[in-house]
């Protein structure tokens, strides 16, 4: 049986019930796996038994089905499996680091904790294309912005109760008071929703009622709102990347120029009233460069990056991935930044804190990630993909976003489930063999 019998027999086209055509356990893994993803942002460890109950129905449909893994393989695109072959490896470099850390138990925790990178690198890798269809995968997206938008909406009931019950100002329900969750991650979910719902706006919006237009509008106008509200530099510089090229795509892509302007103006007089609104958050842009409080003082963001980059310089092998922090926090002693010392903070920068660990291999592989799949999202005009690589890349700058199980989790996940798209000319080569 050839691989596009296969696929037809399995019912790849997905017509209204996404769980329409699978067997028990593939909806079981699918199900699973969308639920883990969906909680990540409301219940951390809900996601972990999810997710990993889904890798484990999967071994035991892989071991007990006679479907070949070159069925899995041979679906999708070259790029995007080099992409997660990428990804696997970062692991396994995290890993080997090990090798020359001194400080064992630490090391051993925070690879543990990378674990997803190569639990669904794999995963995704060898994933049913039966259950991973387009559609279906489009599902699942749906299904996590729907769980962020519930987030906004109760966040937002319970800051206006404050506000009308207990006379709370406004302006102080920004940030984590808000939401719980850390800033820098929130936003990076509601980045990647906003440019999920924004090629799903554009994809279906000449098939689509005026009602579920609006909808679709309001879905991204909330998610944005949201934003801003936890507060997040790396969130708001996102947003406007993600507008810039929302707006190029209209113009330059799809042609679409009067639509573009309409769209430029809107999100300006958003911006607009949104600064008239919460000055907070103009300060806290203000506030990148100088401190408020002391102006010949720079930016702790800033400081440690100039610190953690010239430990990088000194040593551009790694210092293992259990010393990399107690060394950058000798590091921090020397410019007598305490503070950072004290709370052993990170580097606040993905690239930086990979190379610090790893040296320039690691950074290498994460670089390498980023770019296969990026390029293969842009051949196959993947936009959904395309804002997500972006945004990666983006958060990846700000924050040490694979630092917490939230950030690693979030990125192999999503990045695996975009990857695992069946490429469409594989299909059609297979149907000619």
């Known amino acids: 049986m050839d691989f596009f019998t296969y696929l037809c027999n399995m019912k790849l086209v997905l017509k209204s019930n996404p769980l329409s055509g699978l067997t028990w356990l593939q909806t079981v893994e699918y199900v699973l796996l969308t639920l883990g993803l969906a909680l990540l942002p409301i219940s951390f460890h809900a996601t972990i038994y999810a997710a990993y ?32 072959v990428a990804m696997v490896a970062l692991w396994i470099a995290y890993a080997t680091s090990l090798l020359y850390s001194s400080n064992f138990e630490d090391g051993v925790l925070r690879v543990v904790r990378m674990a997803p990178l190569i639990v669904f690198g794999l995963y995704f890798m060898l994933a049913d294309p039966v259950i991973y269809t387009r559609e279906r995968i489009r599902f699942t997206m749906w299904v996590c912005t729907a769980a962020l938008l519930a987030v906004f909406a109760v ?14 100002p406004y302006s102080s329900l920004t940030s ?12 990076y979910f509601l980045l990647g929703a906003i440019g999920f719902v924004y090629s799903e706006t554009v994809r279906l919006w000449q098939k689509s009622t005026s009602s579920t237009r609006v909808a679709m509008v309001v879905a991204m106008v909330c ?24 707006l190029a795509h209209l113009a330059l892509c799809r042609r679409q120029w009067l639509t573009a302007a309409i769209v430029a103006l ?55 991935v259990g010393d990399y922090i107690d060394e950058l926090c ?42 296969l799949f990026g390029i293969d999202a842009i051949r196959r005009r993947d936009v959904t993909a395309v804002f997500f690589i972006v945004i990666t890349a983006e958060s990846f ?9 939230w950030g690693v989790l979030f990125f192999s996940i999503v990045y695996g489930l975009l990857a695992a798209s069946p490429d469409s000319k594989k299909i059609t080569q297979f149907k000619k063999n």
């Open 223 to 246: 998610l944005a709102a949201f934003i801003v509200i936890v507060n997040s530099r790396a969130g708001i510089l996102g947003l406007a990347i993600v507008v810039i090229m929302a």
């Open 266 to 320: 809107a999100v300006a007089a958003a911006a607009a009233g949104t600064l008239a609104v919460l000055p907070k958050s103009e300060l806290r842009l203000q506030n990148t460069t100088l401190k408020s409080d002391n102006g010949d003082k720079l930016d702790a963001r800033v400081g440690i990056y100039s610190t953690a980059i010239e430990a990088v310089t000194e040593q551009p092998l790694g210092y293992g």
């Open 53 to 84: 109950s889904a890798a484990i129905v999967a071994t035991v449909r892989m071991i007990t089905s006679r479907t070949p893994l070159r069925v899995a393989l041979a679906s999708r695109s070259r790029l995007a499996l080099w992409g997660l």
């Open 397 to 405: 700058l700000f924050e040490a976003m694979l630092n917490r199980q």
């Open 155 to 168: 966040s937002l009931a319970i800051m206006l109760f404050k506000m009308i019950v207990n006379g709370t």
């Open 330 to 371: 000798e590091y921090y002693a020397r410019y007598d930044y305490d503070y950072y010392a004290k709370e052993q903070m990170n580097s606040h920068n993905q690239y930086i804190d990979t190379t610090l660990a790893t040296g320039f291999i690691g950074l290498l592989l994460l670089l390498a990630s980023l770019a």
């Open 176 to 187: 984590d008071r808000f939401y719980n969750l850390h800033h820098a991650y929130m936003a």
